[in-house]
């Protein structure tokens, strides 16, 4: 089995940190590969950044689906992915839609730790629009300014860890979600260091993926999720067109 | 004031229909202007078109704005909204979120009538994500194929009269929401002719666009619609990054 | 175009402020003309209040709708408005309403900042009717005694201003509404002053019902907006008793 | 125990029928009394009329509440009920709120049959002010008109006893409500007819009346529903007044 | 009329609470019996232990329910209640359901207060599967050992006040339910002492029962509180296989 | 990996079923064992079912769990699930839950199909409880007796697949789920005859248990789902005991 991981950020230090967390999640036999934004921002933080993610998502899931059984949209807020579930002809998930399934057969009331304050409205408002605002106890994130994306998790890994014990504590959690692409692998690093279970997005998702290609399922051919209808467009890039025009 | 309203999809004839309304909607001393997306589909139905149409949206606001007092997504759905609300100086508005906003102030319970069955969905997730489902009494939708999209209005309106009949006797609709560009000006043909008030998004988007640099309200300095925080991009259209670097 | 604004309270240093920020904010050719209550307390706070203040503006509408294209219920909380929506043949909106509209056309998550704690639990109960509970951040509201009803927002311009910062800060509030016809024209005097847009009732009335009456959407003849029906009644003030007799 | 009812209509014929039903549910030792209002509509169907008959509630409650233990607003829908509520010393309820707490103890999905068609939306929007939607199976109603408000269940009792058929088995109705006060007493006379419990408004609000007092659970000093705070008043029914200014 | 009150749980000294506010609450006529679970725990807090409480609830209610007119489960949390709605042919309640019934009779956000952190998660879970979750303003809890469950209330009332007060204050709660069968008749103890209205579940649920019997609304046949569908059984208590083959 | 799955019902021939799909699902190098419940009823459709299979789950799921690394309650409706996973030291998921995780994977609005009418209110109070209530597009269920509960996929696989079509077609079902363990395996039999993806309970259960063993997110300490306060218990079952007590 081969999974695509799409990081729709330009942040090739990140990418390598989605790399080694979805290689230790993999079960035996499947092969995984990131492809890194060729255009985009550092790493995604509000709606407008996340438009901009779910374009560049897009035109490489466009351009190499066809080689993978799953693809995997690698950043927290699942930028594209929706869209990309419609179009493309093999499963397609996110982190923070994988890590709030996991989430969910772990406990009742979720928290999501966040890397900085202004990613809370945009997490707040991707896990209400996959009607699972109930299940959120709170989002709770980091007040400091990040020396380098790639390092955050080394940075405040200390810190990180406070946010999700008042979580527990205060918000009434019963489960933590480390979320955001920069802390792939954090989880792991804090197993056993916190107080209730801890999830994070790559390998749920890399987890997920496997499952969806597992279950064989069946794909969309009725309903929200069937390939948009065929019909004239202009000036997009050729894999996109090729996507749009069932000549993929 | 001038206000630029842009349709994120690329057919002519549909921007042509939002210039007649518009025009006609305006206020004496108010200049519209219409841009059509130089990429993307005919029409959006999906959310995989939606992100496309999104994308091509911001490209055109993102170079032509620091012309206008506010902009207009002038699209159903809204695609990109939210995000351009977060980078642009100026105010910007939808066809969904201003057709609504008129709506809710002319009764409680409000169904939108469609131009095509897999639109459904996906307003649906839009008017739930501004938090509004409670007020949608039904989406009802066209069944039949559309031989040109700038010619629906004419083609379909016995259909679309009856639709939102059936919406008022059958649904509890208070308001009728004529949706989608290519319905502009159809609810000013049926005046008189619907049991109950009829909005559509290009006057509604025009007026609202207009009380919004009236009231003169301030900007986001900060919370979730502030500007994204400047950080490393790469790759994005030259007017994209400018307004990322707060270089416009 | 004419506009009857209603100040269901009985307190003129209100009306008057209700007055000048009306006529601050309505466009050229717009006149419009504040009525107060005969009857009724001070200001209302409470939802027995509420219902006096909605029977008198009820008697002020039926006395003198006829010649106005509107009518605003100037308290927020908007006592008597869905039901005035039905008895007049004229668009009706209401403070709470209107500063929702505008509100909802800047930000996502909106704080209202009233002037006594004893409001809050009304307003949230109004906003909530309204389906836009999920688009509350939060009510914040003075905790003081009101020295006197219309000199509020001069007496305590400093502490509102906080209330409105912490909104913003602790509740994540996208856009303030400042709330209450005693608070009239003080968005328009803290302009550039708060982090957030800000926007006040009886601007965005006075605003929204000019597109009401502009956008000429229709009158509701079925469905659960239009007229009562007729039948006996006895004892009622002879304009409402014209009103529901369709004799006015 | 001494209970006050109140018609919030005009009609004495629906008087009769709440006292009868009253009477025939009461404990031993309670005493009932049934008060007409003096003013207002045949029978409230709409928002405009509720507001009418809000008022004439309220001036009936403040002339008779203190030879009372406890009030109840007699017309589904509860017109002014939650005023009241903080304005008077002792426990008040309504049919709607009665019923549906009746209705809650019996099962999970509760179907409302009302008397026209016109009263669904209103007494939706009263079921949701209660925080009870998701409870509500469904409301049907009766689509004919009626030649006496004071025979209604004599007219239609078969079509009534249908409707709520059709509830249970098309939408999962787990109780009925028979709403309204023109079908007090309908309830007991289907006794054994209908496939699943049924309550009236009536007799479940003089039973849970009396509960409130036998309870007592004290009154409420602050919060919400404490009384009023003290302010200038003018124009009012005298009891009112005295009401407002706590000199009853 | 005769009502059996069955404590889920082993401990004696809470049936004792029990029975002394049962009989303390009931009308003339009405005669309370109390039976203690056989095996279970000395109190439940915990989703595990409902469903331990739940089956030996069953048991006792099926072994004696035909000598009874209606049957309360007498634990906050109302382990087994809805299930046993199902099998009983006699109304059955519970102290959730029948505080919660008295609470929204009395005001509109309820703040509910119980004896341990532990027990939070549980009773909100319970509260949301009623549909009232937006009724509840907040659940506040003990946060120390409790030396002895039969002195509870004795030990900590004071403590339980000042949480009570806190609900008030902080949480804005209209009204307060002391939670669980070991604070059974504290409401009466602490009458006049608190802000607000005061309601206990022991109390509630007797009236609501004696309501019940008295209302006669008459049994499911149909829908999903009529009996289970006869079919094949084994290895279960007679009383309760019994039930199930309508043998009773 | 060893994996537990539990038929809380007391039917071989299902348990059989559920055996061969677990086993054609488990990935390489994963047991899976099934055991049937002792005592309890053929197949639960009721509240009051569940309670018994709950119990019935608990008891198996106490005597047998040291022996596996993750259980799975393996009937739809999951009873007793949040109670294990408070009480057992390793990952629990079961039909529902599991079902719903594959299903919020593959599209937005999910239909459930059901072998009974019955079971629907059930069902549907088992989403809810899960806060996905928003995701669920309909229940639809077989409308006729069940000759024999091991054989109802045989007999009835035609009607279930067009109750399948019509939640596509009439409800916008994204993703089917073919419900209850008499289903096992159906899904893998109408590969590829259904419009969308079609998932069933007991393959997602067992890929979820899998997963959820090989994240290792730890074991909750504090919170909800930390195990239940050691306290005072009486006359359990010996497992049950010793869980409580801590001394497995």
Redesign the interface.
């Known amino acids: 089995m081969k999974l695509l991981l799409i990081n729709p950020n330009?942040s090739d230090s990140v990418s390598e940190l989605i790399r080694s967390e979805a290689q230790r999640?993999a079960?035996p036999g499947t092969e995984v590969e990131v492809l890194t934004?060729?255009?985009?921002?550092?790493?995604i933080?509000?709606?407008?950044?996340?438009?901009?993610g779910?374009?560049a998502a897009?035109q490489l899931a466009a351009e190499h689906h066809t080689r993978f059984d799953a693809v995997v949209v690698a950043a927290f807020g699942d930028p594209?992915l929706?869209?990309?579930?419609?179009?493309l002809p093999v499963?397609v998930?996110g982190l923070t839609?994988?890590a709030l399934?996991?989430a969910?057969?772990?406990?009742?009331?979720i928290s999501i730790i966040a890397i900085?304050q202004?990613l809370?409205?945009?997490y707040r408002?991707v896990v209400?629009?996959?009607?699972?605002?109930?299940?959120l106890a709170s989002i709770r994130a980091l007040d400091r300014p990040l020396a380098s994306i790639g390092g955050v998790q080394e940075d405040h890994a200390q810190a990180l860890k406070v946010l999700a014990e008042r979580a527990?504590?205060e918000d009434?959690?019963?489960?933590i979600v480390l979320a955001g692409a920069p802390l792939a692998g954090l989880?792991?690093s804090l197993?056993?260091q916190?107080?209730?279970?801890?999830?994070d997005g790559v390998?749920?998702a890399v987890?997920?993926a496997e499952?969806?290609v597992?279950?064989?399922?069946?794909?969309?051919?009725?309903?929200?999720?069937?390939p948009?209808?065929v019909?004239?467009?202009?000036?997009?890039p050729p894999a996109?067109a090729r996507l749009?025009d069932r000549s993929a």
């Open positions: 330009i999640s079960s934004a060729p255009f985009g921002v550092a790493y933080e509000t709606r407008f950044e996340a438009l901009i779910a374009y897009a594209g929706t869209g990309l579930r419609e179009a499963p998930t839609e994988a399934a996991s969910c057969l772990l406990g009742h009331r900085s202004r809370q409205a945009w408002e209400e629009s996959y009607g699972l605002g109930a299940r527990v504590d009434g959690a019963d489960v989880a792991r197993k056993g916190l107080p209730v279970p801890v999830v390998s749920s987890r997920h499952t969806l597992a279950l064989q399922p069946g794909t969309a051919q009725r309903g929200s999720f069937s948009p209808p019909k004239l467009n202009c000036g997009l996109i749009l």
